[in-house]
């Protein structure tokens, strides 16, 4: 049996399993890392979220 977080996004609730949640955590540091949003960075990832 896999371990699972609960996680809010969006003001949404998700269940995932650990793997996915690592795979998006470093999708959206990434993310956040590689787009040069500068001060808007904060609202961007709101966005996406």
Not at 26 to 44: I, R
């Amino acid at each position: 049996m896999k371990q699972v977080v609960n996680i809010a996004i969006g003001n949404k609730s998700f269940t995932l399993e650990v793997d996915a949640f690592q795979a998006l955590k470093d999708y959206l540091s990434a993310f956040k890392t590689k787009s040069s949003a500068g001060v808007q960075t904060e609202e961007t990832m709101q966005e996406i979220e």
